[in-house]
């Protein structure tokens, strides 16, 4: 059993520690540089340094820093995760008191690929919050304690089936009955916390599955959207063309496409006119019919241009087949899940059991 001042000593080192990795990680993160490249980790960073500020006007400077570095791990654990099945990701952004997220550049194909990178976060984020522990229990650091404890209730917080959290993520390929638990367990998780966050978290998750599950057969109705296409014509003047006015109309024949991203693209053809112009689509859709409503004269330093009114008739596009996952693989997700929410769980007991830290 260490002396007072033996334990002292070994605190004030194990505060050291977290300062001086703390400084090392952020002044010469090189493994992270090479990860994230220099050019993107500006931003990141200063938003990671606001975040600190932040939090350190509530907290001591301590475990704003080490507070901040957990939610960094978690976010390279998906990020980590991301890149392994090749879908392009953004850095993490840290936002004070929401927490940091990245973004996807690319959306996965499947519920199996976005449960793959969910899981990244909570994995990595764990065994960050377990190097924590083991430090606190090494240097009897009640900082330390209050860190590791915090960074698995992070953890398993987001293991909840809530949308957009992990566990929402994870439960598309486990079974989406687990978004129902979630919606009545968040309730008990919002009493527990007096969260207003994590209570507009499950306030736009609730509203989510009605608009998927309540209201779906409204998606298959069909919907209007008004595209405008600015078409030159000066050329088609000069040569002594026929120019339609203001009140003509008639369907126009149109092809859709979607690229890398799944971003999907509308292209109409004024036969003509000799025009092809193209226009993203809000959402995946089904197109019924393109008509011009209206055609506005419009004189330029270029001379006269159309500025094509079109009305687009179309229906939401249903991808059911995203959630279509093996047998086999859904089995594995739950047990992973149930292992990882549970090992969290044992861990955040062994904390408080050992460094004598509740929330």
């Not at 978690?74 to 952004?93: F, M, N, Q, T, Y």
């Not at 976005?114 to 090494?138: I, K, Q, R, T």
């Not at 900082?143 to 949308?163: K, M, Q």
């Not at 405008?228 to 009140?247: K, T």
């Amino acid at each position: 059993m260490p002396q007072p001042n033996e334990s002292k000593n070994k605190t004030s080192t194990g505060l050291k520690w977290l300062g001086g990795g703390a400084a090392m990680l952020l002044l010469k993160g090189k493994a992270i540089i090479s990860l994230l490249k220099l050019g993107k980790i500006a931003g990141p960073l200063i938003s990671m340094m606001f975040s600190i500020w932040a939090y350190a006007l509530i907290y001591p400077w301590q475990f704003a820093i080490g507070f901040v570095l957990l939610l960094f791990v978690h976010e390279l654990g998906h990020v980590i995760a991301a890149k392994r099945i090749g879908l392009p990701v953004s850095a993490p952004l840290f936002i004070p008191f929401l927490g940091a997220l990245i973004t996807m550049k690319k959306q996965p194909l499947d519920a199996k690929m976005e449960a793959y990178v969910a899981f990244g976060g909570p994995v990595l984020g764990s065994a960050g919050a377990a190097v924590v522990f083991a430090f606190a229990y090494y240097y009897h650091s009640p900082l330390l304690y209050s860190l590791a404890y915090v960074g698995f209730l992070l953890n398993l917080i987001n293991l909840l089936p809530i949308h957009p959290l992990d566990g929402g993520r994870i439960a598309t390929a486990v079974t989406r009955w687990l978004w129902l638990v979630g919606l009545i367990g968040g309730l008990g998780v919002i009493i527990y916390l007096k969260s207003i966050l994590f209570l507009i978290i499950w306030v736009l998750f609730a509203y989510d599955l009605y608009k998927k599950y309540i209201s779906r057969k409204k998606n298959s109705q069909m919907r209007t959207l008004l595209l405008r296409f600015l078409i030159p014509v000066e050329h088609l003047r000069e040569q002594g063309y026929l120019i339609p006015g203001p009140e003509h109309t008639r369907e126009l024949p149109f092809t859709t496409y979607s690229d890398l991203d799944r971003q999907q693209y509308l292209g109409i053809r004024y036969e003509s006119l000799d025009y092809y112009g193209t226009a993203r689509l809000p959402v995946q859709s089904i197109i019924d019919k393109v008509k011009l409503t209206r055609l506005e004269h419009i004189t330029e330093e270029t001379g006269l241009h159309l500025n094509a009114l079109c009305e687009v008739q179309y229906t939401v596009f249903e991808n059911d087949k995203y959630y279509d996952v093996p047998a086999s693989s859904r089995w594995k997700y739950g047990a992973a899940y149930a292992v990882l929410a549970g090992g969290i769980g044992y861990l955040m007991y062994l904390v408080h059991v050992v460094g004598n830290v509740n929330l």
